[in-house]
């Protein structure tokens, strides 16, 4: 309740005739109407203007009600476990956001869900449970969000353990493990392999650091490529091997009218996968941090 101190005289009849006028302008037209009010009744009295305004912004408006609700869809699975007793009235204390469960499929702004719609939020024994924000422009469901994503909401959601026993944990998100790529070929061979029939182009061990074309790049810098398995699959499609490259039952010969520049490179599958296995041990070269673009 608010109380008013009036800085004239007024009479209680005169006082209850302009609180009246108040609550009428709120609940039929709203602010404009209600600033027309003020400016009829306290005509020639300007101290009241500030006082009545005052009393506006404590009370606050309609619109500023509605962005302190938010209706949030849960499943009757989920509000059985009495979880969202424990959870949804602290929030509300913390904010004054007050939270409005509905049902599934009604209007809402937010809603919990066990299917993998939105961003996980907290897990059960049964499932992993997902908040849906439905209107991402309304404050009050922005500002729930927010306070689940905090450490205050993190401690709050742990904390439920009805008899002793803890019901719910944040998200265990298990991260995708990056699959090793396995070629089976003969590595030893491929070294030998990649010694006499790539070595004079590119350095393709320790020992041929010096002994490379300076522009052509070494084994170890194609290796730490993020794409080096597919460069190195492929490589007789890539220039400039094909002008001189040769596998067997996979290029085509060379025109009559375009030999080949240099001896050619021939090789089979079974050679190039030996190749593939050598390159797959090699410890890539540090290439440094990627290049920041300002």
Known sequence: MVRLSFLYPIRPE???????GVRAALSFAGVPALLHWIRT????RAALIPVLVLWLLAVGSPVQAEDRLVRLAVPQ????TGFLKHLLPRFSLKTQVRIELVTPGAAAEAAFSDRAEGTPVFQDAAALWHMQVLDGAHPGTARF???LGSDVGARTITAYAPDGVQMFTLPQIT???EEEIVFEGDAMKGQNL????CGRCHAVAEDMRMTDIGSTPSFFVLRALPDWDYRFQAFYALNPHPSFTQVADVTEPFPADRPSP???VAMTLDELEAILAY???LTPADLGAPLQHQ
């Open 175 to 177: 991260a995708e493990v």
């Open 194 to 197: 990649s010694r006499s029939k």
């Open 14 to 20: 005169r006082a209850a005739l302009n609180f009246t």
């Open 41 to 44: 009744v306290a005509a020639g």
């Open 279 to 281: 390159v797959s041990s």
């Open 262 to 264: 240099i001896v050619p």
């Open 145 to 147: 969000v927010d306070w």
């Open 77 to 80: 699975g989920l509000v059985e």
